[in-house]
């Protein structure tokens, strides 16, 4: 173990290793080079000597010299050569070339000339190695050079991010040009108006300071995710036009104690030397949770970040000009040191937009997009509650791409009601083929859309649809919820929404038998399950009394109580609480399949022609309905509403 931890300590730095590996590769390029030079410059005699087409062999030379025929012989040692001048020929001619033995005197030759009378002289050519040698160690010193020049540029580099740790990573600008500005951003009026203060304290804080205001100090950013929390921080540094720093709280931490403190002196540092600014920490629940909170006592750096924050933005030393704008999806999770006026003064609701605000946000997002002259935008904000604004423009895209790729010139609402579906429900596949499974998951969905359109407490149908979907889903049977009663439902609301959970496994009860009950009501009966609890736990909607059972329960992961949890009640209370939560799901169960038994003419009509069209609009299927049975008064009530 020890050897393994002294071999993993002397291993080098990384930037280390890099020059190595540049040396070694420098290095192997060097040799490559030498080794062609080497060639190249050795080859050279031999290509010149192939050249040359006027070649002797050594004893045709003697024999010539012997016969007299030779007048002149030129000997070059370096080459090893000699230049052979016939009788009759001209110095100007070219020279017969005779190739000489390597390393040898050629003492026959010399013999020879001398018993002959011929003019012997010795030429030497300049010699190449010596050039070969100072152009190869030159490059090689060149190569070196360059390397080292390498490692040391790679080591200042890497001191130099090293002394850089404590930096703040925040995005400065002078004046942000993040192209929002407040008319861009819709939906959140409330938000809206709360945060042009802000902007006006910083154009003209003469305003407020005149009659004694002071500018707030933090406004801490709250709501559900796609809301439009970064967007409202992009419009507030569009209209502001003063300094802007904007950071995630995930990049104060890193492995190394004590630098997201270090960052954070730093950026507050920064913002003083260009206040008045804005500093926008986005995601603050990553560096401001609850401190000495978890398993173990929490994380030393990041409790230590949010010390050093806690303590810039109301400490000893006042931050006049600076205000600070931050976004969580999380605000349970906050430590309440940061929540408390005079950090964060205030706390802005982004919530998820009504149909006042989606039909405003639908219209910020249809400025660049071609829609079909019939296409209502108001209808379309009906029929998307619960939507946030980043799932209606996600919408709208989607339809302009599904128009695209059916080559149409313009958004239609077939497309619109496509993406609709793709965005809350998933993206439709091939439809199945005809067979006993695909009849089941009609009856399935058609008991669903049924007890939709017949409970009075219900909400009204959209669509039914028997098109899978990806994610496992075979069909799918979508209401239009009562926007006006949103999160506030009664006891009458949850027993009619329990009963329509059940309607898929009635219709297949009541039709197949209980032996071909399939597995597709599983989620459906563990929403029954959840509703019913709550209901008899929380709601005080039972025979055992008005007051709460249970309460939310505390993350496991902010350690609250959790080696002391007990539980709420006896074991003689949880009986009765499982017989409630039982009978509520029996009483729902045996309603769905009476509906279903009394209109089972009504349902198998339904089915073929869902079988037969795939997809049955909300009206139509409620003009079939009208046909067998009366239609409760309050549905056609909110029918008109959502349609209007």
């Known amino acids: 173990m020890k050897q393994a931890e002294n071999r993993k300590s002397a291993r080098p730095p990384r930037h280390l290793r890099k020059a190595r590996t540049a040396g070694t590769v420098a290095t192997g390029a060097m040799t490559a080079v030498w080794l062609m030079l080497q060639g190249t410059i050795g080859g050279l005699p031999s290509s010149a000597q192939s050249a040359n087409r ?21 000997l070059d040692p370096a080459r090893g050569v000699a230049q052979v001048q016939l009788k009759g020929e001209s110095q100007q001619n070219a020279r017969h070339e005779v190739t000489l033995f390597a390393g040898d005197r050629n ?10 009378n011929v003019e012997l002289d010795v030429q030497r050519s300049p010699d190449g190695s010596a050039i070969a040698w100072l152009i190869m160690h030159g490059l090689l010193v060149f190569v070196l050079i360059m390397v080292l020049l390498t490692v040391i540029r790679r080591t200042t580099n890497a001191s130099g991010q090293a002394m850089n ?9 002078m004046e942000a040009k993040t192209g929002v500005l407040f008319d861009d951003v819709a939906g959140i009026e409330e938000a809206k108006e709360e945060l042009q203060e802000v902007v006006t304290f910083l154009k003209k804080p003469e305003r407020f300071t005149a009659i004694g205001a002071k500018i707030p100090k933090g406004v801490l950013l709250v709501g559900p995710p796609g809301t439009g929390k970064t967007l409202l921080a992009k419009a507030i540094a569009g209209e502001a036009g003063v300094p802007f720093f904007s950071i995630s709280g995930s990049e104060f931490v890193e492995m190394f104690v004590g630098v997201g403190a270090s960052r954070v002196r730093d950026l507050f540092k920064k913002a003083k030397e260009n206040a008045p600014c804005i500093i926008f920490i986005d995601e603050i629940d990553a560096v401001g949770r609850q401190r000495g909170a978890g398993i173990g006592g929490g994380n030393d750096e990041r409790e230590q970040t949010l010390n050093q924050l806690l303590t810039e933005m109301d400490g000893f030393e006042g931050n006049t000009g600076i205000i600070i704008i931050a976004a969580t999806n999380r605000p349970d999770v906050l430590d309440s040191a940061l929540l408390r006026p005079g950090r964060f003064d205030r706390q802005v609701m982004v919530d998820l937009p009504g149909l006042k605000g989606r039909l405003g946000i639908l219209e910020v997002h249809a400025r660049n997009k071609k829609l079909d002259p019939d296409i209502s935008l108001e209808a379309i904000a009906r029929r998307t509650p619960g939507f946030s604004g980043a799932e209606l423009a996600n919408m709208l895209n989607e339809a ?21 579906d793709r965005v809350s429900i998933g993206a439709a596949m091939a439809p199945l083929l005809d067979s006993k499974g695909k009849r089941i998951i009609a009856y399935h969905e058609i008991g669903h859309a049924l007890l939709m359109t017949l409970l009075p407490h219900a909400d009204p149908l959209d669509k ?13 049977a979508k209401p239009i919820p009562d926007e006006d009663d949103f999160g506030l439902e009664s006891r009458a609301e949850l027993m009619d929404m329990i009963t329509v959970f059940l309607g898929g496994r009635a219709a297949e009860e009541e039709v197949f038998g209980q032996d071909e009950v399939t597995q597709g009501a599983q989620s459906d009966i563990r929403a029954v399950a959840n509703y019913a609890r709550r209901m008899v736990t929380r709601y005080g909607m039972s025979s055992l009394g008005s007051f709460a059972l249970e309460t939310t329960g505390h993350e496991v992961f902010l350690g609250r109580d959790l080696m002391t949890q007990s539980s709420e009640y006896s074991e003689q209370m949880a009986t009765q609480i499982d017989r409630q939560i039982r009978s509520i799901a029996m009483h729902c169960h045996a309603e769905a399949c009476r509906i279903m038994r009394d209109n089972r003419d009504l349902m198998d009509r339904l089915v073929d022609l869902l079988l037969e ?15 067998y049975t009366t239609l409760p008064e309050k549905k056609l009530v909110t029918h008109q509403l959502a349609e209007s």
Request: no cysteine; charged share 30%; hydrophobic share 40%.
């Open 54 to 74: 006027n070649e002797l062999s050594y004893s045709e030379l003697l024999q010539k010299m012997n016969a007299g025929e030779v007048t002149r012989v030129e």
């Open 107 to 116: 003492p026959e030759l010399i013999e020879a000339a001398r018993k002959n």
């Open 165 to 173: 740790f404590g930096k703040s990573r925040a995005r400065f600008q």
């Open 400 to 420: 302009a791409i599904l128009t695209a790729r059916r080559r149409k010139d313009a958004i239609t609402m077939l497309e619109v009601n496509d993406a609709i």
């Open 464 to 476: 039914v649809t028997i098109i899978p979907r990806s994610g496992g889903i075979g069909g799918f």
């Open 613 to 627: 069209q795939e997809t049955i609009d909300g009206e139509e299927f409620r003009q079939i309905v009208a046909e």
